[in-house]
């Protein structure tokens, strides 16, 4: 029975590991290249309003990411923990019955 959970546990290590690694696209915000090519014609409240928007929409998008990758380890972490509690367990009723 132990050993099934240490098991489930380590599967469940697994995945949330895969999460936590896997690529994802964050939303750089970078107009030095076509800043002049795009807003050229705007006026500068025009241009501020513009990059105010853009900031907000990339850091919106980014702390998603963040907060489910925080998710994620948390997972990690306690699986891991119980992974190490439940082989610890294992190890001491093997060591008391043989």
């Known amino acids: 029975m132990l050993l099934i959970a240490v098991?489930?546990?380590f599967a469940v290590v697994s995945a949330a590991a895969i999460g936590v690694f896997?690529?994802?696209t964050y939303r750089f915000?970078?107009?030095s290249r076509n800043l002049w090519a795009r807003c050229?014609?705007?006026s500068p409240n025009e241009i501020?309003?513009?990059l105010v928007a853009d900031?907000?929409?990339a850091y919106e998008h980014n702390r998603k990411i963040g907060r489910h990758k925080a998710c994620l380890?948390?997972?990690a972490?306690?699986?891991t923990s119980i992974e190490v509690l439940v082989v610890g367990a294992l190890l001491l009723v093997q060591a008391v019955s043989g």
């Open 55 to 57: 900031l907000s929409a």
């Open 22 to 24: 896997w690529t994802r």
């Open 29 to 31: 915000v970078d107009h």
């Open 48 to 50: 501020r309003h513009w």
């Open 40 to 42: 050229h014609s705007w």
């Open 73 to 75: 380890l948390r997972v």
């Open 77 to 79: 972490l306690i699986g």
């Open 7 to 9: 098991l489930v546990a």
